[in-house]
C-alpha cells in the first residue's frame, strides 16, 4: 500500500469515528452480513441451549413450591374448617346491664349536689338534699292534729264506757217511774170511786173536782212514765251508737296517723340516697334546680354487666344454656374473656318492638330474624370498666358445655 493510500485509509478511519453511520444502513450491513453464506451461528445455538438447560433444572424447583402452596392452602382450609365448624359468631353484640333511673318522690329545691358525674356510689350514699321546711312545717301541722284526734278519741271511749251503766239504769229508772205512776193512779182512781159513791150531803162539788183533776193528773203521769220506758228500752242500740262514735274517732285518730306517716316520709325523701352500687351517669340536675316528683335527675349504672348477642335463628339450633363463649371487646381487642350462655330470649327482637310486624296482612316477605342471647363473663378483670353498649364479637362452641 502506497502511502498516499494510508492516508487515505486513516482519514476514511477518523470519519467513521466522528461521523455516525444513518439506522438503516448499519441495519442493511448486518442483514448482509447475515446473508452470507458460511455465517457462523454456534455462538447462538450454545446460548439457547444453555438456556433450555437452565429451565429444565428449575421446572421441577416450580412444581415442588406450587405443590407446597396448594398443600398449605389444603391444610389451613382444613384446618380452618376444623376449628369453626362448630363455632357460632356475631358482630350484632353489645354490653348490657341495669340502669336504675333516680328521681325524687317530692318537690322542691336543691340545696346541694353531693356526687359528680360518672362517680361511683354506694347504697345509700346521699346524692341530693332538697330544702325540708315545707315539709317539716306539714310534719308539725299533723302532729298537732294527731294530738287532736287522739283527745277526742279518749273522751268519747270513756263517754262510752259511762254509757254502758247510765243506759240501763235509765230504763230501770223509767221502769220505776211507771211503777210509782200506776200506784198514783190506783189511789186517785180510789179517791175518785170514793167521792162518787158518796151522797151529795156527805161531800161537796169542790172534793169531786179535786179527786176528778188528781184521777186525770195520775193517768198522765202514767202515761208519760210509760213514754219514758219506751224511750230508755232500746239500750243495746244506744250502747252501739255510743261504741260507732268511738270507733269514728278512732279512725280520725288513724287518719291522722297517717298524715303525719305521710309527712314523715316526705321529709325523709328530701335526702335522697342510692339504691344500690352503681356509677352515676346522665346527671340532670345542679345546686338551685327546682325539681319535681318523678323528675329524672340521675340514672345509676349497676357493675353487673353481661353481652347482649343477637344470632340469627338459623344460628340457635345447637345452642344451648352453659355452653363456653371467647368474648371479644372492640375496646380492649388484647384481652382475653370467656364466657357462658346464661340463657334465650323467648322471642325474637321484632316481637318486643313497640310496633310488631302483623304477618297476617299484605304481602309477606320472609325475614330472617334475630333472637337475643344473654352470655354472662366468667372472670371480668378488675382495672378495666365495660360501658353499656360496647361493641363485642361473641364465639359460641357448640361443641363445649351441656347438650
Known amino acids: 500500500m502506497t502511502e498516499s493510500e494510508t492516508e487515505h485509509a486513516r482519514a476514511g478511519h477518523d470519519t467513521s469515528k466522528t461521523e455516525p453511520q444513518p439506522a438503516a444502513e448499519s441495519g442493511d450491513k448486518i442483514a448482509a452480513a447475515d446473508d ?18 437452565t429451565r429444565k433444572k ?12 396448594v398443600v398449605l392452602l389444603i391444610a389451613s382450609g382444613l384446618y380452618y374448617w376444623l376449628t369453626t365448624r362448630n363455632l357460632e359468631s356475631t358482630d ?16 322542691g329545691i336543691v340545696l346541694s349536689l353531693d356526687v359528680n358525674d360518672n362517680a361511683f356510689v354506694k347504697k345509700d350514699q346521699l346524692l341530693i ?3 325540708p321546711r315545707q315539709y317539716v312545717n306539714d310534719r308539725d301541722q299533723a302532729e298537732g292534729a294527731l294530738a287532736t284526734a287522739k283527745s277526742q278519741y279518749e273522751g268519747q ?14 230504763l230501770q ?23 162518787r159513791s158518796l151522797p151529795k150531803a156527805a161531800t161537796s162539788q169542790q172534793d169531786v173536782d179535786a179527786a176528778t183533776a188528781a184521777l186525770k193528773q195520775a193517768e198522765a203521769q202514767v202515761e208519760l212514765a210509760d213514754a219514758q220506758v219506751t224511750e230508755n228500752s232500746p239500750v243495746p242500740q244506744r250502747i252501739g251508737e255510743t261504741d260507732a262514735q268511738v270507733g ?9 296517723q297517717a298524715r303525719l306517716d305521710q309527712a314523715n316520709l316526705n321529709l325523709s325523701w328530701t335526702l335522697v340516697k342510692a339504691p344500690q352500687d352503681g356509677w352515676i351517669t346522665k346527671r340532670n340536675v345542679e345546686a338551685g334546680n327546682y325539681v319535681t316528683a318523678g323528675q329524672q335527675i340521675f340514672s345509676i349504672v349497676a357493675p353487673e354487666v353481661w353481652i347482649t348477642a343477637n344470632f340469627k335463628e338459623s344460628q340457635l339450633a345447637d345452642m344451648r344454656k352453659g355452653q363456653k363463649v371467647k368474648i371479644t371487646i372492640d375496646a380492649y381487642p388484647s384481652l382475653d374473656l370467656r364466657g357462658h350462655v346464661d340463657s334465650i330470649q323467648l322471642g325474637s327482637g321484632s316481637k318486643f318492638t313497640a310496633f310488631p310486624p302483623e304477618n297476617a296482612t299484605g304481602n309477606f316477605v320472609k325475614v330472617v330474624q334475630r333472637v337475643p342471647v344473654k ?10 370498666v365495660l360501658s353499656l353498649g360496647m361493641s363485642v364479637i361473641p364465639r359460641v362452641d357448640l361443641a363445649g358445655g351441656p347438650p
Open 375 to 384: 352470655i354472662v363473663f366468667d372472670v371480668l378483670p378488675a382495672p378495666y
Open 58 to 69: 428449575r421446572r421441577p424447583l416450580i412444581i415442588t413450591i406450587g405443590l407446597v402452596i
Open 92 to 107: 350484632d353484640a353489645y354490653t348490657d346491664g341495669r340502669a336504675i333511673t333516680i328521681a325524687p318522690q317530692i318537690s
Open 248 to 256: 269514728q274517732l278512732q279512725g280520725q285518730v288513724e287518719q291522722a
Open 129 to 131: 338534699h332538697i330544702d
Open 36 to 53: 452470507q453464506p458460511g455465517a457462523d451461528r454456534s455462538g447462538d445455538t450454545s446460548g439457547q441451549r444453555a438456556e433450555e438447560e
Open 173 to 195: 229508772q223509767a221502769q220505776a217511774q211507771v211503777a210509782n205512776a200506776k200506784a198514783n193512779l190506783a189511789k186517785a182512781q180510789a179517791d175518785y170511786d170514793r167521792q
Open 157 to 170: 271511749r270513756f263517754a262510752a264506757e259511762v254509757a254502758r251503766k247510765n243506759f240501763p239504769a235509765q
